[in-house]
């Protein structure tokens, strides 16, 4: 069991059968030290890929995102939701489906980040429905970049996510898989 999942089952609050809670190491608070053993095992996953950028999506992916940035010496980028005064045209565009939110958000990057010729390694928090990652990956094909892999911090196996992705041709990896949240209990999948 590596600190990640160690650190679900001591601090992680099932809310329901589809949602686990982890506001305090990861969605609100921070847990620094953990983002750092995060972005080192990303770093490790993907060896070889020679990654030029990390893509996220705002918010909650950019601390472990960043982390693996730091070590691999290459920019972050964070795909953000809300369209600013100072980031309006040039942009490369998606549309999101939430399936918790059931709403449709647009997520955007500045074409001045991402272009032709980067290998594009994109890192999210959770892998449910995959839309975010989608949504990501979309954005870097728009670039004429190439999408290396995906990085998922935790990923929910019981959610169709990752057959979403696969079946696209994308490789997919998860630092903690959690196979079902029945009974108020975390059980992660096999390595
Ligand atoms: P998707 O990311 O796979 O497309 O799934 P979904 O639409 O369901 O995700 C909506 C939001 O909920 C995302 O955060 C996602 O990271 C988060 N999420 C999905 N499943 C869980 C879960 O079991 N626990 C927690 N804590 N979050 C989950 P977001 O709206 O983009 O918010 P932010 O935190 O990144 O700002
Ligand atoms: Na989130
Ligand atoms: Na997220």
Redo the contacts with the bound molecule.
């Keep these: 069991m590596n600190k990640l999942e160690q650190k679900i089952l001591q601090d992680g609050i099932v ?1 329901n059968e ?6 305090s190491f990861l ?1 609100h608070q921070v847990d620094p030290q953990l983002m750092w053993e995060i972005g080192k095992l990303f770093v490790e996953r993907f060896e070889g890929s020679r990654i030029t950028k990390i893509l996220t ?5 950019i601390a472990p995102a960043v982390m693996a940035a730091l070590q691999l010496d290459v920019p972050l980028i964070f795909a953000r ?1 809300r369209k600013s005064l100072t980031l309006k045209d040039d942009l490369y565009t998606e549309s ?6 059931q709403e449709v958000s647009e997520v955007s990057v500045s074409r001045k980040f991402l272009s032709a010729g980067d290998r594009v390694l994109i890192i ?10 989608l949504g990501m990956a979309g954005i870097v094909k728009q670039a004429e970049a190439e999408v290396v892999g995906i990085g998922i911090v ?1 990923e ?1 196996t019981f ?1 169709p ?1 990752r057959g979403k992705l696969i079946d696209l041709g994308y490789k997919v990896e998860s630092l903690a898989r959690i196979k079902s949240l029945e009974g108020g209990q975390v059980a992660f999948a096999e390595h």
């Design positions: 809310l589809n949602v686990l809670k982890v506001d969605n999506l705002e918010s909650s992916g939701k999101v489906y939430s399936f918790t939110k999210d928090d959770f892998l449910a429905n995959g839309d975010a990652a935790i929910k959610q996510g």
